[in-house]
């Protein structure tokens, strides 16, 4: 869908809402006369992933791919380097989920395929190891109508930049001047579609499986190199998307990104009229169809308005209103799944949420009167924080270990739920018992990126490190396997050493140790003893580069000293400093730091972005370098 210019004119936006308002009213009529389909259950998926270069970093070229694939199916997301798929509906039954993982694989190849064409590969990971701050410029939104619509208005209502703060491990706090952090993430959406009747019961049933069910899926411990939460999308898809200004979290005012407030009672119009209510219509289209003139027609209305807007609230667990064979549905989008680790974890991550709403179900009339939705809410964020790790509240009241809640009891319900249903007892077995087995074993895919990471030689700086788990990702995606069953991330090198140390912002050490101007020199001296380093960067107060202090001229300087038998108490850090330091930027090419290195007879680069420190490179960097491409090339003879 494309906009107008005059999309987000006022006039536009208040005649929007009035068919927002109306559509409303008619869904509330459908709703009276009970028109939506009933006996039939499908399923459904939207697929996204990242598209990356032969070094595994974000590669810029979805335009192209969607063009080449030419089917409705294959569509943009917001950056370039990102792109969604969308699954046939199926039928809940028999075998679904063997037929949802066939539709996968044929659609992960078909984009893989054309990727390769443009020298480009394709990834499923809930946040990509080796995507930078500087890979979020508009020069990477898709060009499309509706993605500038979106950061305009979104930018336009919180009137400041969007700012990111997660603390984990590590703590990353960035601040950005558009909506594209959104695209580190990509996710894995399944849609169950439900009737009118039984709505309310399974949407509160969704919110209350969602926690136990992202804690086994979690796949997303990175970002930016930092190490943060288990599952990173949640907060990160939260803030980026918030439009919220600080007064209003005195107010309470809910982000546009949410897990929800409250049980639903009776129907999806509660959830639409809450958001109507708290959210601004961002954008309007035109030539709306009148949803009352559709019905006295005998023709099902598309509800255009309440469609678009219902488009720009994320709930993770988001009603959805379609239409398939002339007929309404319902059906609740579960957003909370991250993409991969592979595509068989995929479908079982899908099995064991469509299993649980069956179970839980069959075996529970009425679950908002066993827990408070506060209690849910909690679990949701403890899971994304801490994953197989967590502890939750669940039905009997009391607080588990997930990892035994899993196994003990949640598999098996979640097994009943699906014969209930009558799919194949062999499908439930595969795709449940990977589930089992990877929560025994504990190794889900964020897991699994952590102890990778931490094993690594520490040969490898940090980018090299995420560099390697994107690598190590896709080797073991293609090989089809499960998370459970794949052995700790590698350095994957081979032949892509022009590709993986093309440029400095790769391979730079980026835990520095500065000083500051006013430093005494004892404390550089010291620095440099204790650390092992010969080279420390000097900032002023507001973290600008100013000067460089290297182990040759303090030397120098205290031999001076000491000849002259000179007061050093006095002496600080920017006398000896060099002022004129030569700088490179993350973009600067491996080959003409070295060539900037040997012409200036210096022995380190600071690495400098708007002025600021961001790295360093050495002479060390570049014999570690040439080390380990001596030896993968002298291997191959």
């Not at 009425?366 to 809410?377: C, M, Q």
Request: proline fraction near 4%; aromatic fraction near 8%.
């Amino acid at each position: 869908m494309e906009f107008s210019s005059s999309a987000q004119q006022p006039e536009k936006l208040r005649a929007f809402t009035k068919y927002l308002i109306r559509d409303m009213k008619a869904l509330e009529q459908m709703l009276a006369d009970d028109l939506f389909e009933k006996d039939t259950k499908r399923i459904g998926a939207e697929q996204e992933l990242f598209i990356i270069d032969r070094a595994s970093r974000p590669h810029p070229i979805n335009t192209k791919i969607v063009e080449d694939i030419d089917d409705p199916r294959f569509t943009y997301e917001l950056a370039r380097f990102n792109l969604e798929f969308n699954l046939d509906p199926l039928a809940f039954e028999g075998r679904c989920l063997q037929k949802l993982e066939g539709q996968l694989n044929h659609g992960i190849n078909k984009v893989r395929e054309t990727a390769e064409k443009y020298e480009g590969d394709i990834i499923l990971v809930g946040s990509l190891t080796t995507i930078k701050k500087s890979d979020l410029g508009m020069e990477n939104i898709t060009p499309k109508s509706r993605y500038y619509m979106l950061n305009d208005a979104l930018t336009r209502v919180r009137g400041a930049e969007h700012e990111l703060r997660i603390k984990g491990a590590d703590e990353l706090h960035v601040k950005h001047d558009s909506v594209m952090m959104e695209s580190c993430n990509t996710s894995f959406q399944i849609h169950f579609q439900v009737s009118q009747d039984d709505f309310a019961r399974l949407h509160n049933i969704a919110q209350l499986v969602t926690a136990p069910v992202l804690a086994v899926a979690a796949n997303s411990p990175f970002l930016f190199g930092k190490q943060l939460l288990h599952e990173t999308r949640i907060a990160v898809f939260q803030q980026s998307i918030d439009n919220r200004r600080a007064q209003d979290f005195v107010h309470e005012r809910k982000p546009r990104v949410q897990f929800g407030s409250r049980w639903i009672n009776e129907s999806v119009l509660e959830i639409f009229q809450e958001d109507i209510t708290r959210f601004r219509v961002l954008f309007a289209i035109d030539d709306i169809e009148d949803p009352f003139e559709a019905l006295d027609k005998g023709r099902i209305p598309k509800l255009e308005a309440l469609q678009l807007f219902n488009g720009t609230i994320y709930r993770w667990n988001r009603p959805c209103y379609g239409i398939t064979g002339g007929k309404p549905h319902l059906r609740i989008e579960n957003r909370v799944l991250p993409s991969g680790p592979s595509v068989v974890d995929e479908v079982a991550n899908a099995a064991f949420w469509l299993g649980l709403m069956a179970g839980v179900s069959s075996q529970y009339s009425d679950i908002t009167k066993l827990i408070p939705f506060k209690e849910v809410e909690s679990n949701f964020l403890s899971t994304a924080r801490r994953g197989l790790h967590s502890q939750i509240k669940w039905l009997d009241g009391n607080t588990h270990p997930v990892q035994d809640l899993v196994m003990k009891e949640l598999v098996p319900l979640a097994k009943e739920g699906l014969k209930l249903h009558k799919l194949d007892p062999d499908d439930i077995d595969k795709y449940l018992g990977i589930i089992y087995q990877r929560t025994k074993k504990r190794q889900n895919g964020a897991i699994w990126q952590l102890d990778s990471f931490n094993q690594l030689d520490d040969i490898w700086n940090k980018n090299e490190k995420m560099t390697a788990l994107a690598d190590s990702t896709l080797k073991h995606q293609k090989s089809g396997k499960p998370v459970h069953l794949w052995s700790k991330a590698t350095v994957l090198r081979k032949n892509r050493w022009e590709k993986a140390f093309a440029s400095v912002g790769q391979f730079m050490t980026t835990d520095i140790y500065t000083l500051n101007e006013d430093d005494i020199i004892d404390l550089a001296a010291n620095v440099m003893e204790w650390q092992s380093v010969k080279h420390i960067p000097v900032e002023n107060a507001d973290h600008h580069l100013v000067g460089m202090v290297t182990y040759r001229s303090l030397i120098s300087t205290l031999n001076n000293i000491i000849a002259k038998n000179l007061d050093h108490t006095n002496v600080s850090v920017s006398d000896i400093m060099d002022r004129e330091v030569i700088t490179v930027t993350p973009e600067t090419t491996s080959v003409d730091a070295i060539t900037l290195m040997q012409n200036n007879d210096i022995s380190s680069l600071p690495v400098v972005e708007n002025g600021k420190l961001v790295g360093i490179v050495t002479e060390f960097d570049f014999t570690r370098i040439a080390g380990e491409l001596l030896k993968d090339r002298l291997r191959k003879r």
